[in-house]
């Protein structure tokens, strides 16, 4: 009995982190109406800036705690001012999503550069002696830990209700044209908004210094935690926040405590998907609905780039031609390799591209298919010798399945919540791979994996597979092409525009989303497959995450409903590592800032740039942007 | 010098021009109305002038001053207050909360007076200060809308359309309310479809027809002049016209029974 008291409060300790993290979650998005993913990186900041000023320069815990804090949200207030709060002018709330990953990656690829890849660990503010209530044992620096949560929820509390300020934020939070009307300005609110959620996400990040290690890719976790207990507690709700936080710190550590460590997030994961079915916008739902005012009309069918279907066919020879020839003239293996990679990374880039920039539904765990195909083919072909096409169907096959079960879930989701849902599945599938040593090899890997073969040719080296991979994907291109400019592609786009509109027009939305679903989870099965064929090896985070985020990125970064377009931001991401690899240490924050700028200068992703160049030196004024934006724009 | 003045001013969305070369002028105390259909620029013109929307060309004068470069904050504490179309109150807020917004950019010792004027002019607010806003119906909405408009202070209040969506009896309060106003010093322009109750406030009118100006002048001539009233208002003699084909209608009936017969 007592051991469970105990293990509570361990989880309520972990809960209070995610729940501050949270509340910094709900605090942007209900001023500004989007995701902040940077979080966690202003977090791992602050604790490293608080270790150097105390440990490294032996300052007194009280000035150098505050002056790591102050420190984090200026520099914080700063980026924001130069990229979240111009994005949110001009991008859509997905685009937005992803600009924060991206400013996720370059504050965790800043603080690698500053700090090194070492975890460092801090004192406890107060010593290492807990606190003993009777056969209760506190940490003492969860006494910290309870102590500024509750400081953050007190003070968040009274600043919205009974401020002026407060009121301001709630203003913007309903519908940001009022409140200009009324003299807010939205800019600074917004802002405002995003300096407070940095300060909370500090002060979260100092006090949970102590009881953890922390290292430059620890913020990712903090980011993900607090995402989910965000969502979990539903999003517009600052108790929901608390709730939620609390709620996964302690279903972590109960599974932890008495299931198992390596499923403990697992169980979590899967809790989390059941919460979703139950309650699809959360726990707590705010009264308050935010008005959607026309701008977010207008961003959502910005996307469209499109080229004359003359020079569209010129450029569909001059690209297939370079791709039959690339091979002869890049002869480093290196560099073919990661072509190589990025023409795997293709096929799930399609299949996403159809889920997402077409049916415009956020996938944030098409790794998770990737595994799955992957781990299939792999152990089948590792295990029972079976060949690879056989192990690659089984793992297509596995996929669906899935992807199936999963859409009980997705199908009645939306928005954030799809986010959420499918990041859910991804991590599901990581920890899944983590934990079933035994079929997956678990952390280490999977090793010895066979090169794919077919009727005994064997495609050992980057050359063949290479031909392989261009065969396959202007295979799935032109096939997924064909289909785009038909009914069912037109069908797709009219549920991305507007799903209401498209049900009552008699499109069958639930089918529609099923089969794209459908389609993107068994091409990321394949890519998954032949990604562990041409490796000969898998480990989790080859399939993790971090890769489906990569994965959106490199869909937007290279131009999303496209189809072709986010090869190119597959190349990019790809190659960029193996080309700069002397600078191997800036790698994480290049691309980070990478994917930022892209987002901020390059809206249409690298496709539309290039169609735009295209069309202005052939003078062709192909209306770059649809009819929708400017029938949207007349209201 | 008009207190308000639009010289040659042009409003484009994403390259579609929306206003072209709006001449405009408001004097001191007037109630001036902009009238026409659905799409004719009305509110665009609205919001050019309380700055949700900027103008590519011209200019916009407040007493002579520009203001087409200022932010919509800064032509607020100029004593522009816009009333926006569909009321856009905050719904999840209270009446109070909605007023005290309303004076957002206002000193803090001016707003217990104008919380006076405001209740002076809405009992029914006073009344109901501590309940959500959402929960009110259309016209309480509007009431409530214009209330937070009047919170800042203004010189001149921007109406769009304030009879959208509520009952008839509370558009003559409300249409009794501006002329009130009026007595009280302030100048409005009102947006209106509902042209014939517009005009029989108004001192003068501006008619939309495709984003420019296609009439203006003494609303009570406009009123008057029957041709005008049926070509853009679409009063008057459109009720002639029905009589006339009824009466056609009612003469080929009898014919017909009459060969019956």
């Known amino acids: ?635 | 010098m008009p207190f308000l003045e639009l010289n040659r001013v042009s409003v484009s969305y994403s390259n579609t021009p929306v206003l072209r070369d709006i001449n405009l002028y408001v004097e001191r105390g007037e109630i001036v109305t902009l009238v026409g259909a659905n799409g004719a620029g009305k509110s665009t013109l609205v919001k050019a002038i309380s700055g949700l929307v900027r103008s590519q060309t011209g200019e916009i004068l407040v007493n002579g001053e520009p203001i087409q470069r200022l932010p919509p904050s800064a032509r607020l504490r100029l004593g522009i207050a816009h009333v926006p179309e569909g009321r856009q109150i905050f719904s999840g807020m209270t009446v109070m909360e909605n007023l005290r917004l309303g004076a957002h950019a206002s000193p803090a010792d001016v707003i217990a007076e104008r919380f006076e004027a405001v209740w002076r002019l809405f009992p029914v607010l006073k009344a109901r200060q501590a309940e959500l806003a959402g929960n009110f119906s259309g016209g309480q909405q509007q009431m409530l809308a214009i209330a937070r408009g009047l919170m800042s202070g203004p010189r001149i209040l921007l109406l769009d359309e304030p009879s959208l969506g509520v009952a008839p009896l509370l558009v003559n309060e409300i249409f009794k309310l501006i002329r009130t106003l009026r007595d009280r010093g302030i100048t409005t322009i009102l947006a209106e479809q509902n042209a014939r109750q517009a005009l029989a406030i108004a001192d003068r009118a501006y008619v939309f027809e495709n984003g420019k100006v296609a009439l203006s002048g003494l609303s009570k001539d406009l009123l008057d002049s029957p041709e005008v009233a049926s070509r853009y208002l679409g009063i008057g003699s459109g009720t002639a016209v029905s009589e006339m084909t009824s009466a056609k209608l009612a003469e080929r009936l009898r014919t017909a029974l009459s060969v019956v017969a």
């Open chain 1, 1 to 635: 009995m007592w051991d469970f008291v105990q293990i509570c409060v361990g989880g309520l300790a972990v809960g209070a982190i995610y729940a501050v993290i949270a509340l910094g979650f709900s605090l942007v998005f209900r001023v500004t109406g989007a995701i902040n993913l940077s979080q966690g990186g202003f977090a791992v900041i602050a604790a490293m800036l608080g270790y150097t000023f105390a440990v490294t320069f032996g300052f007194p815990l009280w000035i150098a705690i505050p002056v790591a804090v102050g420190l984090t949200t200026l520099g914080g207030m700063i980026l924001g001012n130069f990229t979240f709060v111009p994005a949110l002018e001009r991008l859509s709330t997905a685009n937005i999503l992803m600009l924060t990953a991206g400013l996720l990656t370059m504050i965790q690829g800043f603080t690698l550069v500053i700090w090194g890849s070492q975890p460092y660990a801090m004192p406890p503010f107060s010593g290492e002696a807990p606190l003993v209530f009777g056969p209760i044992r506190l940490p003492s620096q969860s006494i910290w830990v309870f102590g500024s949560t509750a400081a953050c929820i007190c003070g968040l509390w009274l600043l919205i209700t009974r401020t002026k300020l407060g009121r301001a934020l709630r203003a913007c939070a309903e519908n940001p044209t009022a409140a200009s009307l009324m003299g807010v300005d939205v800019r600074r609110m917004t802002l405002f908004s995003f300096g407070l959620a940095t300060f909370i996400a500090a002060v979260a990040g100092v006090m949970v210094a102590p009881t953890t290690s922390l290292q430059f890719d620890t913020g990712g976790l903090f980011t993900i935690s607090g995402f989910i207990a965000a969502v979990i507690g539903g999003i517009t709700s600052f108790p929901g926040a608390v709730i939620g936080g609390v709620f996964l710190g302690l279903t972590t550590q109960i599974a932890t405590a008495y299931i198992s460590s390596l499923f403990a997030t697992a169980i979590a994961l899967v809790a989390l998907l059941a919460i979703l079915v139950w309650r699809p916008s959360g726990l707590l739902q705010s009264r308050v609905r935010r008005r959607h005012d026309v701008r977010e009309n207008l961003k959502a069918s910005m996307h469209m780039a499109r080229l004359a279907g003359g020079a569209a066919r010129i450029f569909a020879i001059l690209a297939f031609a370079i791709g039959l020839l690339l091979p002869l003239a890049v002869t480093d293996n290196g560099i073919l390799s990661g072509i190589v990679i990025a023409g795997i990374l293709f096929m799930t880039l399609m299949g996403l591209d159809v889920l997402m920039g077409y049916a415009g539904q956020v996938s944030l765990g098409q790794a998770g298919f990737m595994a799955i195909g992957g781990y299939t083919s792999g152990y089948l072909t590792v295990n029972y010798g079976v060949t690879p096409v056989v192990g690659v169907v089984a793992g297509i096959v596995l996929s669906l399945g899935c992807a199936l079960i999963l859409s009980i879930v997705t199908l009645r989701l939306r928005g954030l919540y799809l986010a959420l849902a499918t990041l859910t599945f991804g991590l599901l599938v990581d920890s899944c791979a983590v934990g079933f040593v035994g079929v997956t090899g678990g952390p280490s890997g999977l090793v010895g994996i066979p090169s794919f073969s077919v009727a005994g040719h064997e495609f050992a080296s980057p050359r063949s597979m290479y031909y392989l991979v261009f065969g396959l994907d202007v295979v799935i291109l032109v096939g997924l092409v064909g289909c785009m400019s038909s009914g069912f592609g037109r069908a797709l786009r009219a549920i991305r525009t507007d799903q209401l509109a498209a049900d009552a027009l008699g499109i069958n939305t639930v089918r529609y989303k099923l089969v794209a679903f459908l389609i993107s989870a068994a091409l990321a099965s394949l890519s998954g497959s032949l990604y562990a064929h041409f490796f000969n090896f898998l480990s989790p985070e080859m399939v993790g995450t971090d890769r489906s985020l990569e994965l959106v990125a490199m869909l937007i970064v290279g131009g999303e409903g496209t189809l072709f377009g986010s090869v190119l931001g597959a190349l990019l991401l790809t190659l960029m590592p193996t080309i700069f690899q002397p600078l191997a240490l800036y790698k994480t924050f290049v691309s980070g800032a990478l994917l930022v700028c892209g987002f901020l200068y390059l809206p249409q992703g690298i496709y539309g740039a290039l169609v735009h160049f295209v069309a202005q030196l052939t003078g062709n004024t192909t209306p770059k942007v649809t009819d929708v934006k400017a029938a949207g724009a007349h209201r």
